[in-house]
């Protein structure tokens, strides 16, 4: 059994990867940290997480000792402390931004959070399609953004094809409103969300350096992402309309995109004219792309839905830590969404 | 004109009462009050407010110089300091609950304030189809809770001729969640609430006593009641379902109800079989009343919607302000709710 | 493994029991029958089913030949000549109402279907909780309705130890609007039920003379049932206020329901003074209860909620099946709620 | 007083057209029109309308006799008929498309009906802001589209002054359901929208010729509008997310829409950085656009949000009949949206 701990258990991130790990059947969970609700019970704080096991203060021996893997769901600038501290004993995948980013000045800037010391550190960015053969012996595994998660994955056959004709991406997303968090906020109560959609972050969303700098990976090429991200009154679910211009015909695009794909169990390319909803995917690891072409202008639309909490964050860390143990990928995540 | 002022404006009561007087044909309103944002202008606060206006801080001298009429919607124990200060000068409709208790005991014992002076004031409880005659010269108006107001009306009939059987009423109400104001919590975040449905406060819910004190006004009796609050999501409504005794054929209460309420514009029967959603009454003042009877038992089931924002709140101190001012009772409140 | 056939897999209640079915360790599916889209793959009816296999018609033949259970989702009267056809050959759960009824003459009167020959099959009402030893070798199981479930696992304490003082029992019952099924009417819109509430089939919903019988077969005792359902804009839940009286202090209650359901894996008794949301159930099995009692009057509350898809529904028939099959009840089935 | 009539009064539309004009100070409703229900009494059928009237058929001969002007909600195909039995005796203001386009031809291939004798009938656009002189004199108003009001307001001040650097303009919209109308139908169900998001009609949307059409009537240019239009679990609201290119600083952009809608009630340019929620305008007839540019590639972000059956259809129908009726443009219709 791999033994597993999760430092942040009781945030939404946090009780996704309990859900999921639970269940697993090769995981053992060893160790819960809550900074919060340390000294009680989990089922004492969370009813419904069905888990009577004491919640823990920060212990970086006891993890050493107890964990071969460890899940951080933390705010900004803490997973990397915590990284520092373990020294390589656990390996961790980290659900912030702290180890995604190439160059610490990039995330400095946008995170405002000096990383020192970052360049000493064996990271790998986990976007589990593409870089599977990275992840096997990571010792970090960055989990990707959720917003990253649903454009990378509809993209990454064009790109690492070359067939983009613009440098420019335009991304018009649209978010459940549980990627923030708990939020102890007016702004996210349920008065001020219900009953309305509207943009946020317009342009300088912090994914935005994320996403040009994996595509540019992907592409070997420099291309700028316009994105607008948008909260829509529901829970969870990202669903990302990419516009893109290509001169493949429609059938090529197909065949690329059903051809890349194909050995994927988690990622389906629909059927021309057959659009998902983000309830496809609700709770599930699955990840739905539609493919669009305007035939006149070569302008091509991509249209992808995840569950933010699941394939955007705790369910692909649970595919990255199959990898990393060498384990079949959907060990414990092949699983249907909860419809309706 | 009738010069209006309301404290508290940017909360949610008092962007209704915003709404309702601007369009009100018999009012001008003179002053905004927002302790938070005081020295901003209204519009630039809350850009949806149309409001030009600039909100400033409490002055007594000024109000008492430029409002026939306040509307104080104010924490518990805030309101009543404003009344004293005010010294009759200028009337008031107070949408919290510190004028609706006969007894300042009975206030002190659930809202753990002290009222000094309480007994100086002369008050109203402003539940309007049953006091009108006595709101015309109040001084001061305490404007029911949200939930006393769909209980009390669609009890009023048979409590004022005594015709219940039993002495408890069981009253299940759910409401949506404006009701509970503004709020900074994780608690009434969308996450938390979207998509499911709870109970909180049985039994012992603040607007028990508030019941219990009008039902025995109504109908010199002592009633008990066993009162669930259940928060429902949905931002606006209370929907009451109450279960009590009585002797009356379903003919005789149906008629009883419809003379009782025959010359309100506000307050409907519905005929017996037809049910009514919350959705009937959004955003407006209207209240509909349905009455099943078992006649195996002689239970008898009331079930009562009103828009807690409305009727509950700033529609019914609207409709308070008509009576006080001598003017029509449904001047620049009688419209259709929202609908779908 | 067991061979298990779905009919109706299409609906609701049918795709419930396949997210269910797919994941159990002990089960084999072999037949999906769908009357509306029978020669269809179900991949291409429903792409988020992840079913790559045939929608087939009712063959009797087949079904028998290649299922050792089938889950009966079908409207009233069908799944009785589902039964009839099958004559004892493949055990049948059945998720309707046609074999819930002691006597066929009520389930006339409520259903408007006379079932011919009903005395000669061996049915047992699956309340997994209270029958189980019944259901280890029933032929038939009536899974019983979503509000009974709610209602019974709440009251069987009290019931069983003829503890209630009245013969009347109060229920508020609030539904997600799943529990209709896919319905193709203006009523359960999206626009109608959205941002509101309202109750329907008040004192005659057809769950009444269910748990009026199971009610009265686990105490011995006539009751009357007055119960008034409501939806609630929710897709899944069902939270149950139920009003009794007893003469048992709080502590004896406690007592009584910790002892009762000491041993349920899926039923758990909540801390005075906590209540549950729908949403701590969500896509689960399990059922939380609440408890408080008005020292006052004697009166008990009891609350009570679970999914009504899983425990009221297709969760409930997955539990039964393990105990035909006399595999650890929980298999496959002990799993966390989404949450948020 | 104004007499007016409405046709399809029982539809979404329709009722929003009644709560308008209901108390509308300058009209009285003498015709209420519909086709299923006519001989019931509107309060009967809908008692949350609040109108003691009777529902008639078509009469034309009525309708010319007691109505100054018409609001036709109907189908495609169905407003033309009755356009044509009028015979220009009564002012017709259309909530259908069937008066919308230049060439019917363009109309035939859209909405599969030929429109015979359509060059007779003088119509005008709808779009209040943009051509008001034309409406004052118009027998027939062809009231505009949702999505289209939501984009040629937003692109208005850029086309007509000829700013647009690409022949491509790039639309990303999200709309409520009731634009839908009241469905029968399972996709339209409240669990099927209920906590998700999709895109639909994507491209080949009805809408794309209607718009296409205005903005090359306000540009004088042909432009491209790739459409995505997407179904936002919520009832009302339509947030239009546009991407174009200009050469404009910000600064220039933000005086050219500030100095464009500078004497208009109902549209509202926000300040850089603000961005509006839907629930800005719900049951409003404001329009809020948000303006934002990214220096690096010279593209425009235009975020505009209406009320879809407000100003996206009965708001600005009725604007319209102010203006054709020479009376001042906001009577009836400038309140506050419902909030929250």
């Not at 070359?162 to 549980?178: H, P, Q, R």
Request: with cysteine; hydrophobic share 40%; aromatic share 10%.
């Amino acid at each position: 059994m791999i033994r597993g701990g999760i430092i942040g258990v009781t945030g939404y991130t946090g009780l996704e990867l309990l859900r999921l790990l639970k269940n697993h059947p090769r995981v053992k969970l060893t160790t819960f940290v809550s900074r919060k609700s340390s000294g009680k019970n989990l089922n004492e704080v969370l009813p419904f997480s069905f888990e009577d096991s004491k919640l823990s203060e920060l212990d970086f021996q006891k993890i050493a000792e107890n964990c071969d893997v460890l899940f951080t769901a933390l705010p900004a600038g803490v997973s990397y402390e915590v990284a520092k501290e373990l020294k390589n004993t656990t390996r961790i995948i980290d659900l912030s931004a702290d180890f995604r980013f190439d160059d610490p000045e990039v995330y400095l800037k946008w995170y405002s959070k000096r990383l020192i010391g970052y360049e000493k550190f064996e990271r790998v960015y986990g976007l589990s399609e593409i870089y599977r053969e990275e992840i096997v012996n990571a010792k970090i595994v960055a989990n990707p953004g959720c917003y990253p998660t649903s454009v990378l994955l509809a993209l990454a056959p064009l790109l690492k094809n070359n067939l983009l004709l613009d440098e420019i991406i335009y991304v018009d997303s649209k978010s459940g409103v549980s990627g923030a968090g708990k939020k102890e906020s007016i702004e996210y109560s349920f008065s001020e969300i219900s009953g309305g959609l509207k943009p946020y972050s317009v342009i300088k969303h912090r994914h935005v350096p994320e996403m040009e700098q994996e595509i540019s990976n992907l592409s070997k090429k420099k291309f700028r992402v316009i994105f607008t991200p948008h909260l829509v009154p529901m829970i969870r679910g990202i669903l990302s309309t990419i516009y893109v211009k290509t001169s493949l015909t429609m059938k090529e695009v197909n065949e690329l995109y059903n051809d890349f794909y194909h050995k994927e169990k988690f990622v389906h390319i629909l059927k021309p004219g057959i659009y998902p909803s983000t309830k496809w995917v609700y709770g599930s690891n699955h990840v739905f792309i539609s493919i669009v072409k305007d035939e006149e202008t070569g302008i091509l639309i991509l249209i992808s839905v995840i569950d933010n909490l699941t394939k955007g964050a705790a369910g692909q860390a649970v595919q990255n830590m199959n990898i990393m143990f060498s384990i079949p990928e959907e060990t414990g995540l092949y699983f249907n969404p909860i419809y309706p």
